[in-house]
């Protein structure tokens, strides 16, 4: 069975909302698609387009930021008791390697929703949207929800392949049971996670030992084992790169 087809046949009895892209760095191989624009709850991938926008946008990597107030959920600045201020550069390893919502939200405070909605307007990620901070339950319960598609992410993914800053916050992602679970030796993968409740997602720019890299992006809402079938995803691209 071709890799297209084991995909689909993947995503379809999955019970909830699946979305993937394969798609190879270099653009000189096919793309691979199942339900790519569809929108999902964006949980921590709104955090690519977040770094995106900063690097993009020639803010000082050494520009320090105060770190308060703290939010709840993923990372470590929320449980620190004396952080005072960080680089941006910190900043924005933390908000990608651990995932840190206090990061996070500072980061966007001091880029702007704004530019980062226009950001993703300028590279074509229509799906995307970035509607409030981490953790603001109070503009989430009003509806507000940050928002993307497998298509955008994997846009996202590959404007950031070029920056090496980008690429080793990505390989520095401590979250690893999707993906990365049956990752081959040899392969490099720099990848983001997102999670919420019944939200489980993975994308990542996949370095095969030979050939192009090659972008992954899947995204799972509703699913029972969100997580098992992103694991099974990574196994069958692998597979497939292997074989190449």
Not at 3 to 17: M, Q, Y
């Amino acid at each position: 069975m071709s890799l297209r087809a084991s995909l689909a046949e993947l995503a379809r009895p999955a019970g909830g909302r699946v979305g993937i892209v394969v798609r190879p760095l270099d653009g000189a191989g096919e793309a691979i698609e199942v339900a790519a624009d569809h929108r999902f709850t964006a949980a921590s991938l709104i955090k690519l387009p977040i770094l995106a926008a900063a690097l993009d946008s020639g803010l000082p990597l050494d520009e320090r930021l105060p770190v308060r107030p703290a939010v709840p959920g993923s990372g470590v600045l929320a449980h620190l008791a004396d952080v005072g201020d960080m680089s941006v550069r910190d900043l924005l390893t933390l908000m990608i390697a651990v995932s840190d919502n206090t990061a996070t939200n500072v980061l966007i405070d001091r880029i702007g929703r704004d530019e980062v909605n226009a950001w993703c307007a300028r590279h074509g990620l229509t799906a995307t949207v970035l509607a409030r901070h981490m953790m603001d339950f109070e503009a989430r319960a009003r509806g507000l929800n940050n928002l993307t598609s497998a298509a955008d992410v994997a846009t996202a993914l590959s404007r950031l392949a070029d920056s090496p800053f980008a690429v080793r916050a990505l390989e520095a992602q401590q979250f690893n049971d999707r993906l990365p679970r049956h990752l081959p030796t040899g392969f490099r993968l720099a990848h983001k996670t997102g999670e919420l409740t019944g939200v489980r997602h993975d994308a990542g720019i996949v370095y095969p030992p030979a050939g192009p890299p090659v972008v992954v992006a899947a995204l799972t809402e509703g699913v029972t084992d969100g997580a098992g079938l992103i694991a099974e995803c990574g196994r069958l691209v692998f597979s497939a790169l292997t074989r190449s």
